[in-house]
């Protein structure tokens, strides 16, 4: 069922004060509550609801606005729903008129409205924070003359795969799969098992890698035998125990250098991504393309990209992001030699590829293709800073839209410190009025 229209108190409560009484309106938390529009969302999400079946959803505002500080302040969702019990200026902008004393909602209803809303939807809320900046002149059509294009990986929340690893825990599945299907196994393994798994280790620590292999090999054996005698007990298992065989027996399966491996029993979407870092050869998750503007670093597109495809194929979906969420095109898009085979033009759009400069360029123009690199600090103040360095949502969904909130948290800091700028110089204007009255009065009373 549809969330209900807030009702506004036409009467104020004599035993409680508004919030937007106590408050300082100057706080740049609550100049920004009141710049979004946030009957767009009541708007968007309506029709993703039932019209009359079940209980009323929580508002939409409170659900918007709990991601937005969760991403925008690097929370979890228990951490951001206890935050906003004891935080004022959270309240007021997730549309609380008073000051509530009891958890409005619990941090699962936050999981279940992502689920709701989808990837897809969800780029409405990177939309408004541009749709923000734009109402305040903060970002303009002229900033859109050149962007900045680049990709990265975002990691899933996994531990690093090994094939003991792999081995054990696909084994441990399967026997709890069975028990509780009442499937009877010849041997469960768990001691040996577990046995295994740590002599492993030790030996691959010590490097002795003969021993280590060979308990490998043991960890192999335990999985195969309980998967075989899974297959002759149940020869008709359900759907998803004949996924969890399926994972299994590609475990079993997969050679080193095999393509498409599964590195991840409870996230089978993650990749491996070679991205040729020193620090860090290999990378587990997905790619995602990123789109900033080369003046004011803006993000205007974030996209998760699954089956890591090569970067030069990536540029138009990501251009056509930019145009759906910000409503303009770019003059100029900077791209790294990873781009290439692109063409020089897409659509209105001219693809400028980084390289060394040539003698007829002039400085202004090559001053930003050096501007290209100012999108790698942005890509890390999001993963470090917004949640995308290691993504704790399920599935492929969760990948995109973990991705798209890191980019509105991104956002959303910028223009609270647009805002907290903005107010600093009012005050250093207001206080650079008055500096000469003061040095006048205090004249005059000395002559006195």
């Known amino acids: 069922m549809k969330p209900k229209a807030p009702q506004p108190s ?12 106590i408050l300082n309106r100057k706080h740049p938390v609550f100049v920004l509550a009141n710049q979004i529009d946030w009957e767009v969302f009541d708007n968007k999400f309506g029709p993703l609801y039932s019209e009359k079946k079940g209980r009323p959803g929580k508002p939409t505002r409170l659900m918007v606005g709990l991601h937005y500080l969760k991403h925008a302040f690097n929370e979890s969702d228990e951490s951001v729903v206890a935050g906003l019990l004891e935080n004022p200026y959270w309240q007021y902008f997730c549309g609380f008129e008073f000051f509530i004393h009891q958890l409005p909602v619990d941090p699962t209803s936050m999981t279940r409205w992502r689920q709701r809303i989808g990837p897809k939807e969800m780029e409405q809320l990177l939309s408004e924070t541009l749709a923000t900046a734009k109402r305040e002149e903060y970002l303009m059509e002229r900033h859109m003359e050149r962007v900045n294009v680049d990709t990265t990986v975002q990691e899933k929340a996994i531990a690093y795969p090994t094939d003991s690893r792999l081995y054990h825990k696909a084994r441990v599945l399967l026997v709890k799969a069975a028990r509780d299907r009442g499937i009877p196994l010849r041997q469960s393994y768990l001691r040996l098992g577990k046995k295994a798994l740590i002599m492993n280790g030790r030996y691959a620590h010590a490097r002795q890698m003969k021993r280590a292999k060979k308990e490998q090999k043991k960890l192999k054996n335990y999985l195969g035998r309980v998967y075989r005698n899974i297959l002759r007990n149940c020869p008709q298992p359900d759907e998803q125990l004949t996924e969890l065989l ?55 597109g974030a996209e998760a990209l699954h089956d890591n495809p090569f970067d030069g194929h990536t540029l138009k979906g990501a251009l056509e992001q930019m145009k759906r969420v910000v409503g303009w095109d770019a003059g100029n898009a900077y791209v790294d030699k990873g781009y290439k085979g692109n063409p020089k033009q897409l659509g209105t759009t001219l693809i400028h590829m980084a390289g060394r400069r040539k003698k007829s360029m002039k400085p202004s123009e090559w001053r930003w293709f050096k501007r290209r690199s100012a999108i790698e600090p942005v890509i890390g103040h999001m993963k470090h800073d917004n949640r995308m360095d290691r993504n704790y949502l399920k599935g492929s969904d969760g990948d995109k839209m973990n991705a798209i909130l890191a980019a509105c948290g991104f956002n959303l800091r910028k223009l609270l410190r647009a805002i907290y700028r903005l107010l600093f110089k009012e005050l250093l204007r207001l206080k650079m009025l008055l500096s000469p009255l003061r040095t006048s009065t205090v004249f005059v009373g000395t002559t006195i």
């Open 246 to 300: 399926a994972h299994a027996k590609r475990i079993l399966t997969q050679q080193r250098h095999d393509k498409n491996k599964l590195y991840s029993l409870h996230a089978p979407e993650v990749e491996c991504i070679a991205k040729g870092k020193v620090h860090k050869k290999y990378e587990f998750g997905c790619k995602v393309s990123v789109v900033t503007t080369s003046k004011d670093n803006w993000i205007v």
């Open 10 to 21: 036409r009467q104020d409560d004599l035993f409680r004060s508004r919030l937007d009484q």
